[in-house]
C-alpha cells in the first residue's frame, strides 16, 4: 500500500461537502459505511505548524517567566543528587 494519498476534488458533490463541512466544525472523524460494514473513515487533518496561531505578548511573557526560575538550585548538589539517584535506581531487584 503506497503512503502517497491520491486527491480527489468533491467540489461538486454537495452530499459530501455537507458531510466534510460538519466534520469539520466537530473536530469529529465519521465511519463511511455500507450495508452494516465501516469502509473508510473521514477523519480532520491535524493542523500543520505553519498554520498554528503566532504567539501573542502574553504567551512570550509567561515563556520568559519561567527563565531563571531555578536559580536558588545548587547546580552541583543537583548533579550529585541525580547521579545518587540513577545509581540507587527506582526498579524492582526482579526488573531488568
Not at 511573557?61 to 547546580?75: C, E, H, R, Y
Request: overall charge negative; proline content about 9%.
Amino acid at each position: 500500500m503506497s503512503s502517497t494519498l491520491t486527491p480527489i476534488d468533491i467540489s461538486n458533490m454537495p452530499d459530501l461537502l455537507d458531510l466534510v463541512e460538519e466534520m469539520e466544525a466537530t473536530k469529529k472523524p465519521r465511519e463511511l459505511k455500507r450495508d452494516d460494514k465501516v469502509v473508510a473513515v473521514l477523519s480532520p487533518v491535524v493542523q500543520k505548524e505553519k498554520d498554528a496561531p503566532t504567539p501573542t505578548n502574553a504567551d512570550w511573557q509567561k515563556s520568559l517567566a519561567t527563565i531563571g526560575s531555578w536559580s536558588d538550585l545548587d547546580p552541583d548538589k543537583l548533579i550529585a543528587a541525580v547521579s545518587r539517584w540513577r545509581e540507587e535506581g527506582s526498579r524492582p531487584a526482579t526488573r531488568p
